[in-house]
């Protein structure tokens, strides 16, 4: 199931090194004077920039615009576990085992992504400015959505293999 919450929280959940490089960058982005604080900050509306870490890791630098829950479905992913990071603003993200919903589209291996219809029994996260959420391969997700008005968010999505 997902895990959430604030970056010291996660890391004294998560021992797995698979993981360091990710928390790293993210303690990084939390660095105001640093390159990589002031280089998600300058993140355009509706970009997304492909970082590569190393063979296993990398981000996507994203900016968008919070939807209506009717607009967003679930998603999930078999190569990689995600770690979306919230830069700037909040959203809500629901999450629901991938047994427990409908799919609509086939998972589509070049791209890893499968999408779900959405569920009246999803589990609900709100995720702050500095929080992340984990999604393992198990874990539909359906990010993006608005909490009471459509904004601007920055996130790090971090794909890490599995």
Same mark, same amino acid.
Do not use: R, W
């Given at each position: ?19 360091? !490089? ?38 996507? /630098?994203?900016?968008?615009?919070? !939807? $209506?829950? /009717? ?10 576990? $995600? ?24 998972? &589509? ?11 009246? &029994? ?32 920055? !996130? ?7």
């Amino acid at each position: 199931m997902a895990i959430f919450g604030n970056i010291e929280s996660i890391k004294s959940q998560i021992t797995n090194p698979k993981f360091e !490089k990710a928390f790293l960058y993210i303690q990084k982005l939390q660095d105001k004077n640093s390159f990589e604080h002031k280089e998600l900050l300058n993140t355009n509306l509706n970009e997304c920039n492909k970082i590569v870490l190393d063979e296993n890791t990398f981000i996507l /630098k994203q900016s968008y615009i919070t !939807k $209506d829950k /009717k607009d967003c479905l679930f998603e999930s992913h078999k190569k990689y576990i $995600d770690i979306q990071y919230m830069f700037e603003g909040d959203e809500i993200m629901e999450v629901e085992n991938i047994n427990n919903l409908t799919l609509l589209k086939d998972y &589509n291996e070049s791209l890893d992504y499968a999408n779900y219809s959405q569920s009246n &029994n999803a589990s609900i996260l709100k995720i702050k400015e500095n929080e992340l959420a984990i999604f393992y391969p198990q874990d539909a997700h359906m990010p993006c959505i608005k909490i009471d008005k459509n904004k601007k968010v920055i !996130k790090a999505v971090f794909k890490i293999a599995v």
